[in-house]
Nanobody, 123 residues
Framework: QVQLVESGGGLVQVGGSLRLSCEASRLTFSRYAMGWFRQAPGKEREFVSAITGSGDSTVYSDSVKDRFTISRDNGKNTVYLQMNSLKPEDTAVYYC????????????????WGQGTQVTVSS
């Protein structure tokens, strides 16, 4: 069974940085597009960023563009989300997801999900 395990969340002050990691197992990682989503308390889950299986194309939501960077290391079966200039509104549980396709989606039509990692930005 495919497993996705996120790590790297925590408490950070406004303007700070965090790097999330998501390690995948039991899948041919390079064949899967990977995405990051987040869910804040009382809100619906929202798309953050995604990357193709080969890593040659990325996409971001408007709210994180120019602050967050997604990347992947197919040799390590890991996708990353570098988050800079963090704001209180970035506070959420962050989930990584794998899609059985080389191509990403901004919708929640991913096949596998991690358990999430909490990111809290204090002001």
């Amino acid at each position: 069974q495919v497993q996705l395990v996120e790590s790297g969340g925590g408490l950070v002050q406004v303007g700070g940085s965090l790097r999330l990691s998501c390690e995948a197992s039991r899948l041919t990682f390079s064949r899967y597009a990977m995405g990051w989503f987040r869910q804040a308390p009382g809100k619906e889950r929202e798309f953050v960023s995604a990357i193709t299986g080969s890593g040659d194309s990325t996409v971001y939501s408007d709210s994180v563009k120019d602050r967050f960077t997604i990347s992947r290391d197919n040799g390590k079966n890991t996708v990353y989300l570098q988050m800079n200039s963090l704001k209180p509104e970035d506070t959420a549980v962050y989930y990584c997801a794998a899609r059985v396709s080389q191509f990403f989606s901004k919708r929640s039509d991913y096949n596998y999900w991690g358990q999430g990692t909490q990111v809290t930005v204090s002001s």
